[in-house]
């Protein structure tokens, strides 16, 4: 099946440094790599996105960066701040349906 | 514009009962899913829907069933509730009709399985 590995799977930070999440997939097909964030309690919120005819996508403090050669793509938040804790998931698609596949996800830790 | 709406929010079954998870959204989306997230596990697809009257099955169908009678509304059946079961239901909803666009994930449902 399909492959979705994201690393680290806890990753704890002080109050504006920066962090970095990566994740790697095995579906050479795929062309759409979108991080969500989930905070205690809630749902999933996607932050942002990136499609495969572009290498890099920032938004403010956050900013994704793609890798297709080497399958994969990294979010890279600056500035941290203690609400920017919470569970970070990629969800690029894969397999004979195309649906995303949810990586395991990374808890962020933000210590002020 | 409530978005995605889950019912219910808690619920606690005794294996062999069955139940059902209604999922509600407000915003004529075509595209509904439904997801389960176990500890350390992600979240996985159970099932979905293309479109009024129309589903398919995820990562992981089996014990559940999903009715999809109205585009508003995407219903998860669990016939005969197995311990196996108890996990964190979402929801979700897609404006555009394609699989690579933002989903919109509702509250969840959280299930326990005795």
């Known amino acids: 099946g399909e492959n979705v590995e994201q690393h680290p799977s806890t990753l704890s930070v002080q109050e504006g440094d920066s962090a970095v999440i990566k994740c790697t997939y095995s579906?050479?097909?795929?062309?759409?790599f979108p991080w969500y964030k989930q905070e205690l309690g809630k749902g999933p919120q996607l932050i942002i996105d990136i499609r495969s005819n572009v290498g890099e996508k920032k938004d403010q403090r956050i900013a994704v960066t793609l890798n297709k050669t080497a399958k994969h793509f990294s979010l890279h938040i600056t500035e941290t701040q203690p609400e920017d804790s919470a569970v970070y998931f990629c969800?690029?698609?894969?397999?004979?349906?195309?649906?995303?596949?949810f990586g395991k996800g990374t808890k962020l830790s933000v210590k002020p | 514009n409530a978005g995605v709406t889950q019912t219910p929010k808690f619920r606690v079954l005794k294996t062999g009962q069955s139940m059902t998870l209604l999922c509600a959204q407000d915003?004529?989306?075509?595209?509904m899913y439904w997801y389960r997230q176990d500890p350390g596990m992600g979240l996985r697809l159970i099932h979905y829907?293309?479109?009024?009257?129309?589903?398919a099955k995820g990562e992981v169908p089996d014990g559940y069933n999903v009715s999809r009678l109205k585009k508003q509304n995407f219903l998860l059946g669990l016939e005969s509730a197995a311990p196996s079961q108890t996990s964190v239901y979402f929801c979700?909803?897609?404006?555009?009709?394609?699989?690579?666009?933002?989903?919109?994930f509702g509250p969840g449902t959280r299930l326990t399985v005795t």
């Open positions: 969800a690029p698609p894969g397999g004979s349906q195309g649906n995303l596949i």
């Open positions: 579906d050479s097909a795929s062309n759409y």
């Open positions: 915003m004529n989306h075509e595209y």
């Open positions: 979700a909803s897609s404006r555009i009709a394609s699989k690579t666009y933002e989903q919109y």
């Open positions: 829907s293309v479109g009024e009257g129309t589903t």
